[in-house]
């Protein structure tokens, strides 16, 4: 099998063995990124030269025996991670030119255990969007079909896993911007809880939204990559004490008894049919597992997408605020005193969706339509969470589809943002909730394209969704598949 093929866990047993290094590894991906970018585009900036150094320092770590699972990994971040002295724009021409003087705890994390950064992936502008077609550098491509879009906003984080540009990569979400992508691009991608993992250092678009995580081959990567960037840090108010348990060891393949929980209101006519038949195998393979599975509601889903896009409209306001042209990035040339400047580098650095978003977010708040708007939000936000407190009692994950339909054309849903909106219908809830899910590759549609299950756990129950993910990665081989590409 080619390097680039190979999981975490696979890479790492060739390089204890010494069967491989870190910089053959880094060299086979740098060589796999230069042939199959040009189809996908899921890179805005490559570091291959400090790749090659970081490779041979994991090299000289794993032959003193101080090795980490993680040490020599060739893996690739989301441009929203703040990386020191590497150029991170978050998509957005406004950031075109900024180098982070520090970087983001989550990345620090991972360099710590050795691994290597390959680049900087797409992604939409300031991750609003669910397709990456906001993106300020270009469009990435689902490998599985170049004509349709990866999913957002973490797609390139997706597309380079599934186009085997990188052996993980790590993105953010805030209403489905990781399980999306990954369910278009046949990955696995886990939103962990929010307060799992600190936020440092990551460029907020909806903070009390906004969590980080892994894009992965398979479950077990998705478990290693988890444990590595989860924990307290005192440098994220929001991040929470609770101690990492070995998340590999909740792998156990058994599901005997485990109560599923499938929403009545996930199960809509007018889903796709193919997601539906992906669904209902999943049910099946379950069934054989020896789960039980229970019929729930959670009866506000219908108001999440409308109070998501209040609260994390009025949050993104408040954030790019502070885009101004005075401390850091875009600065407009052409500017005339201090409000001319602010008011042009904006208009000029900020793509069209973006700007609506601070527009809707900044109307939300004033001072006539607050209670209107952004408090009723809130508290249709904690009906919400009562509706998966409730659920909880009586299941143990909630079985989903993570998208209504396979991943859509390039183009098909850019002159109508509603429309796009309603793409993470399944996905929002979970964020506003503030609890953990994943995506599982589930199946394939009619036209080859990947269909994700989602598996929603209770706060922090990050374990019990690994483990039934995995143990339905074992009794199926939709993971298995590859893009030709
Ligand atoms: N697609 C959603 C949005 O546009 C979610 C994005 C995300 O999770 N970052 O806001």
């Not at 866990?9 to 990124?33: C, D, P, Y």
């Not at 090659?52 to 032959?63: N, S, W």
């Not at 042209?325 to 208009?347: C, N, W, Y």
């Not at 939000?377 to 009562?386: D, F, H, P, S, W």
Request: negative net charge; hydrophobic residues 40%; contains cysteine.
């Amino acid at each position: 099998m080619d390097i680039f093929e190979l999981t975490i866990h696979q890479l790492h047993n060739e390089l204890k063995t010494g069967a491989v290094s870190s910089l053959e590894a880094t060299k086979a991906m740098l060589a796999r990124i230069e042939s199959v970018e040009p189809h996908v585009g899921s890179f805005i900036t490559l570091t291959p030269e400090s790749a090659l150094a970081e490779a041979e320092a994991a090299d000289r770590r794993i032959a003193s025996g101080e090795a980490h699972v993680l040490t020599g990994i060739p893996l690739a971040l989301k441009d929203i991670f703040l990386t020191e002295g590497i150029r991170t724009t978050c998509g957005s021409r406004i950031l075109h030119n900024f180098v982070p003087p520090y970087s983001a705890t989550s990345w620090e994390r991972l360099r710590d255990c050795g691994c290597v950064l390959l680049g900087k992936l797409n992604q939409d502008e300031f991750a609003m969007g669910s397709s990456n077609e906001s993106s300020a550098f270009g469009v990435t491509r689902n490998p599985w079909d170049t004509t349709r879009i990866p999913g957002g906003s973490s797609g390139g984080s997706a597309a380079a896993i599934a186009a085997r540009q990188a052996t993980a990569t790590l993105g953010t979400d805030t209403g489905g911007s990781i399980r999306q992508p990954a369910s278009h691009c046949g990955c696995v991608g886990l939103k962990p809880t929010y307060g799992r993992v600190s936020r440092y250092g990551v460029i907020a678009y909806a903070s009390s939204l906004d969590q980080v995580g892994p894009i992965t081959r398979d479950v077990t990567d998705c478990a290693i990559m988890l444990g590595a960037v989860a924990g307290y840090d005192p440098r994220d108010s929001t991040s929470v004490r609770t101690p990492v348990p070995d998340y590999t060891a909740a792998l156990t393949g058994d599901v005997k008894g485990l109560k599923i929980g499938l929403p009545k209101e996930y199960f809509i006519t007018g889903l796709d049919r193919d997601v539906q038949e992906s669904m209902a195998r999943a049910i099946e393979t379950y069934g054989r597992l020896g789960a039980e599975f229970v019929e729930i509601s959670l009866p506000h889903t219908d108001y999440a997408v409308a109070t998501y896009y209040l609260i994390a409209t009025a949050e993104a306001s408040s954030n790019l605020a502070r885009y101004d042209g005075v401390r850091f990035g875009h600065r407009s040339p052409q500017a005339e005193g201090l409000i001319d400047m602010m008011t042009k580098s904006r208009s000029e650095g900020f793509g069209a969706e973006v700007k609506r978003r601070i527009m809707l977010g900044t109307y939300a708040l004033s001072s006539g339509y607050y209670d209107a708007y952004y408090v009723k939000a809130q508290k249709v936000r904690t009906l919400i969470m009562g509706d998966f407190t409730r659920a909880f009692e009586n299941v143990d994950v909630i079985l989903t589809p993570v998208a209504p339909t396979p991943a859509f054309k390039i183009g098909e849903k850019t002159n109508d943002p509603l429309q796009m909106y309603l793409s993470d219908i399944f996905t929002i809830p979970v964020n506003l909730a503030g609890t953990c899910a994943m995506s599982v590759p589930a199946g394939f549609s009619a036209l080859g394209l990947p269909i994700g299950l989602q598996l929603i756990g209770r706060p922090f129950g990050e374990e019990t969704i690994l483990r039934a993910g995995h143990a339905f990665e074992q009794a199926t081989e939709w993971h298995t598949r590859k893009a030709e590409i």
